[in-house]
């Protein structure tokens, strides 16, 4: 990961609406969750969680999808990954496991939507 993309995904992540939904995400795994239930979940009125929705697509830490007639979305883990040993790489004079981010799995060791998210999911404009 780059600059430029860590600080897009920071910038995503700099809302509270926009972290809540992040969190729920994460916690819904790879299935991710229609865009309604998000905003009902979350309290927050669907044309505004819609916007914020699309500023986290739009960093690339989730993607969208079409089933039926909602719109679907899940967090992108090898992206969330990523920006996680981006943050970490030089931490304790390259020795991360000080500070406790060592054990973070790599996305080489799989990531739950590596591979499989793009052959069954067709991501929406």
């Given at each position: ?13 700099a809302h509270a609406d926009r972290l809540r939904a992040f969190r ?54 090898e992206a969330m990954r990523a920006l996680l040993a981006f943050l ?8 991360p496991e000080i500070c406790g981010v060592g054990a973070l799995p ?20």
């Amino acid at each position: 990961m780059d600059d430029h993309r860590a600080v897009s995904a920071l910038a995503a992540l700099a809302h509270a609406d926009r972290l809540r939904a992040f969190r729920l995400l994460v916690k819904a795994g790879p299935n991710g969750l229609p865009s309604g239930e998000i905003a009902e979940r979350l309290s927050i009125m669907p044309t505004r969680m819609s916007f914020h929705l699309a500023g986290l697509d739009r960093s690339g830490l989730v993607h969208s999808w079409r089933d039926g007639r909602q719109v679907r979305y899940a967090v992108r883990f090898e992206a969330m990954r990523a920006l996680l040993a981006f943050l970490a790489e030089d931490c304790c004079d390259g020795h991360p496991e000080i500070c406790g981010v060592g054990a973070l799995p790599s996305c080489d060791e799989g990531c739950p939507d590596a591979g499989k998210t793009a052959k069954r999911r067709q991501t929406v404009s």
